[in-house]
């Protein structure tokens, strides 16, 4: 079935320049009708075709084009079914741990599938360039009779695959950047592996997956078998990728009804790229509806669809949608669009309770980029709304109050809150923070009524027995909401100031926290939403929350790892999917040295033992969590196992990772890479490559960058907790002790290695770290010491099992 699109032609009039461009009906028309030509047949044989990574090789069969879509021909189809047809696809991913992913779908590390039939979308000029073979080097053997044939039986599928992807192709075909940087889709029937699709992607970010379609929780989803960059992209061939367009100054009119329904004009500052443009491609949340879009005051036409069959990834809880200008944008030429914007993103959740959807895709925006906010919400004045940014205006107007907040540098996203709040303020390391809790519950921690034995008046004695027990109803004591609002305002100065001591200050010089429902939090920049199990006392929280690894989380750890998105996320922010974790892991680690310093060092080993098992215990599947796959993997790891297991992973293993690489360093060299890192990637993506060589740079001296390499590559980049056991043996007598012995490793793969502290303790002075390289065989060591050992042991701060 065609996938559900729409589109809303809100122009009023039509310019001759407009005429001159194609409008988004005459796009979507020519690519729904663009069928199979029977003319454009051809009986091929070993005909091949490359494309960075895939290699596509047509062994013999049939090899039929799409009719041309604004003189392009943007489809082609194989199919093997004559007799000795065959096709072959194959494609060898470039890593470990991507070949891992591979392996875990189709047991082969290598994709390499003989297929029955192959079709190709494409707009990187792939299609054009087999067509132009075929006219210029007679690859192919004219089939005109068979291709009025195949053009019946493949003309359906073409029109169905080509309309879910209907948006991206319009997007490529109004694009004026070079051909090559374009889109190749290839959807493939395996012999063995059954259809998947093939996708090489070189107008975003130069990515090639793999993927199919599967049944998931009663609807279809796609499991991403691998995904990597292109061979051009880690070569460095291909030019670094510059958006089409970037934005730069947001200014945002937000009204919330009394039925919190959300009304907004947004305006935003959009300069075009080193190209023309007339495409352009923006998200927003999927309860936001966009009515309107106008272009300097103009309308424009917008379209808004369905269009994940074209990207390799896709984000359930927004809609990308389509702007297509009347006539290209000049490259490098400024304006301001205007989207009329409407939705439901508050949700209640008792008294003066509220939970906001929709933080940060509230109002049309991009996926990358740093913008100044200036935003205005008119809201019912019982209420009171906190924004990012620093307060311009705040007013009441009869039952409505004004909120005027304004961003004094560009940030990534800007969001809101909403309660009946009571507020604690402060000053820490040179930031107003405000901190607000609720006043109210919650609805689902509110108490419930119960039945218990009703007393008794005293000296009153029954002559006979009631027919049934007398009860009575009573209501237990309601938590406090407020109970812990003042200890969270310490932690979030206490925090403020230890991070801006390691890091420097962060971006925006106020910050504001408020309640949200739910076990979780979430760091914008000048904004936290923080659970509203913080603030409750420890004894009032839920049953399930009152462990003591939950009591460190929630009373701890929630508040400093939400502050320390000020500077990870916010003013340092990840490259792709691939690197999101190591925004979280420093986040995390981040909060982990703000407990040590407040609690001790015990408390620290506590949360990294709690992580250490959570990695190590099986997930509904059997399979040990940190197995899933390499942390890489991002949002991955959530098909691949379980929402539970990228937690773990994501955070558990991000932290063992820092925690490690601190253990290598040193804790004064680790502390100016990550003042570093904040120095040099400040409002810039950093990607784990980055980091990789970050920490090459600050490796102690007299070890190797290849050290740094080898921990990268089997911690980061692959799975496996190794097993070790240290025997060793002491001869002589000071000061000339010999100390001998070897690491062995075991519950990994034998290409697993790693660098192993081996602590040597004595009587008198600090102790001494010996560092053994594992691999497949036990590895031995021997030093010389001037005093005998008292204690030789592998220390508790490398994750390894028990």
Known sequence: MVARFRFLLVALSVSPLFAASPSAADLTRSIREMGLDPAACYRVRDLSFAKEDIRLYLTEGYLIFSKPVMGQRLAAVFTADVEGGDGEVILIPPTRGERQSLASFTQSPNLDEHLRSALLISTDGSAAALFDRMEKEDAGKPAPEVGAILANQWSPVVSNIGGAMEMRLIEDLASFRPQSRGLLFLALSGKMLGNFDVISDSATDGRIAVRQRTPRDGTFGYSLWTSFFSRSVRNGTQPTFEPGFTLSRYRVDAAIGADLGVKAVTRVAVRAGANPVRAFLFAIARAMQVKSVRIDGQPAELLVGDSKRGRIAGNDLEETFLVLAPEPLAAGSEHEFEFEHEGNVIVTQGDGVYFVNARGSWYPHIGSGFAAFDLTFRYPKRLTLVASGDPVDERTEGDWRITHRRTTIPVGAAGFNLGDYEKVAGMAAGISFEVYGNRHLMEALRPRAVLVPAPQPMGIRRRRPSPEPLTAEVTPLAPDPLARLRAVAADVSSSLEFYSGLFGPPALKTLTVAPIPGTFGQGFPGLVYLSTFAYLDPSERPAALRTARQEVFFSDLITAHEVAHQWWGSVVTSGSYDDDWLVEALANYSALMWLEKKKGPKALESVLDGYREALLRKN?????????????????????????????????????????????????????????????????????????????????????????????????????????????????????????????????????????????????????????????????????????????????????KK
């Open 620 to 800: 509904l599947s059997g399979n040990v969590v940190e197995s899933v796959g390499p942390i890489v993997w991002g949002g991955r790891l959530r098909a691949s196992g379980t929402a539970d297991d990228w937690v773990v992973i994501t955070y558990g293993k991000g932290a063992w990772i820092l925690h490690m690489l601190r253990r290598r360093m040193g804790d004064e060299r680790f502390h100016q890479m990550l003042a570093e890192l904040r120095h040099r990637y400040e409002f810039r993506p950093v990607t784990v490559a980055d980091f990789r060589m970050l920490a090459r740079e600050f490796r102690p001296a007299r070890t190797s960058g290849e050290v740094v390499d080898t921990f990268f590559d089997n911690w980061v980049d692959a799975t496996g907790v190794p097993s070790l056991k240290l025997r060793y043996t002491v001869k002589g007598v000071a000061p000339a002790v010999t100390l001998s012995g070897a690491v062995a490793q075991t519950g990994v793969d034998d290409d697993f290695s790693t660098d192993v502290p081996v602590e040597v303790q004595f009587a008198k002075g600090a102790p001494q770290t010996i560092w053994v390289r594992t691999s497949d065989d036990e590895q031995p060591f021997s030093v010389t010491l001037r005093q005998a050992p008292v204690r030789v042991a592998i220390p508790n701060d490398v994750l390894m």
